[in-house]
């Protein structure tokens, strides 16, 4: 009878141990706990932003793949993929021991390039949905993360960069290829990019002009301590 006893106790104690554990975990914040961004939001208006012959003869991709640095076994994530100009060519150059993941956040647009990732045979390739303030990505996992095109189309950019930050590995970077204008003229105002990185603690270690890529090229790598949703500040437009 003791022995049954003393085992009820030991059940009980590990069920309050574990329902205390699950009370410990701290919530995600949601993209309203975050400030709103103080400028106009680009929509989505294709799922590509030139057609891919144009863009290879500019020398787009293989030139924005050797300034960040892009080399075979890497991990990478292209983010917004689209039709998957980035995802293929960055599959080519890791290599079969590197790994690409593209993610998307239109449902049609991801099982389209899913299509594109099988009929191309592209086993290093995943391709996921996402979701608008939060990519969903596995922890420090990727040693880059491309934002081509479309980070001015993010809604919730300071939600979006909080939640990316743990998937950047001690090396990696975030690159972002845009273009030199306003935000509701499908681009981003440098300066603006980089309060809005470093209010979220990224660092800027790069900019480089990239006129085949129709702006320019920043890198940023995740610095000090991720701060917490309602400690952050939105950045001014002017």
């Not at 980089?194 to 209010?199: I, K, L, R, T, V």
Request: charged residues 25%.
């Amino acid at each position: 009878m003791s022995r049954i006893i003393a085992l009820s106790q030991a059940t009980g104690v590990l069920s309050l141990l574990m329902v205390g554990a699950c009370h410990a975990q701290p919530q995600s914040p949601r993209a309203s706990d975050f400030p709103a961004a103080h400028r106009p939001v680009a929509s989505i208006v294709s799922a590509r932003w030139s057609d891919e012959d144009t863009r290879d003869t500019a020398g787009e991709a293989t030139e924005v793949m050797n300034r960040a640095g892009v080399k075979a076994g890497m991990t990478v994530a292209d983010i917004g993929a689209g039709e998957g100009y980035y995802t293929i060519r960055l599959a080519a150059r890791v290599g079969g021991k590197g790994r690409v993941l593209a993610q998307d956040i239109v449902p049609k647009v991801r099982d389209a390039l899913a299509e594109r990732v099988t009929r191309e045979r592209l086993d290093t390739v995943s391709v996921k949905l996402g979701q608008p303030d939060d990519p969903q990505l596995p922890e420090a996992s990727f040693d880059r993360v491309f934002l081509v095109h479309m980070y001015h189309e993010i809604a919730s950019p300071y939600a979006f960069l909080w939640h990316l930050r743990p998937a950047v590995n001690a090396r990696g970077r975030v690159i972002v290829v845009d273009a030199d204008r306003p935000t509701n003229q499908h681009g981003t105002p440098p300066k603006l990019l980089d309060c809005e990185f470093a209010a979220v603690g990224y660092a800027r270690v790069d900019m480089q002009v990239m006129p085949s890529a129709g702006g320019y090229l920043a890198a940023y790598e995740p610095r000090g301590v991720r701060p917490e949703a309602k400690a952050i500040k939105a950045c001014p437009t002017g």
